[in-house]
């Protein structure tokens, strides 16, 4: 994300507002893919988090961890 989820939305106790983010277990912040590829990470992930007042810190419902494929080059982008 690259703005907040506003307070009315992940506040709402009924309806749980879940956040995919592009990282590992503990890996907090927007650039974290980025970073994953500028110092040759083997491994990433995506975790599946619950919206709270403080970004990328809600509890976990979900991870999983991949190898990074380097076989279409020697520096791998996003896309």
């Not at 970073?35 to 919206?51: N, Y």
């Amino acid at each position: 994300l690259t703005k907040r989820v506003p307070e009315k939305i992940w506040s709402n106790a009924a309806v749980p507002c879940l956040i995919v983010h592009p990282g590992i277990e503990g890996d907090r912040g927007m650039s974290s893919i980025d970073w994953a590829l500028k110092e040759h990470a083997e491994e990433w992930g995506v975790t599946i988090l619950q919206a709270e007042d403080e970004m990328d810190a809600g509890d976990i419902w979900a991870t999983n961890n991949f190898k990074i494929s380097r076989h279409q080059g020697k520096v791998p982008t996003k896309s």
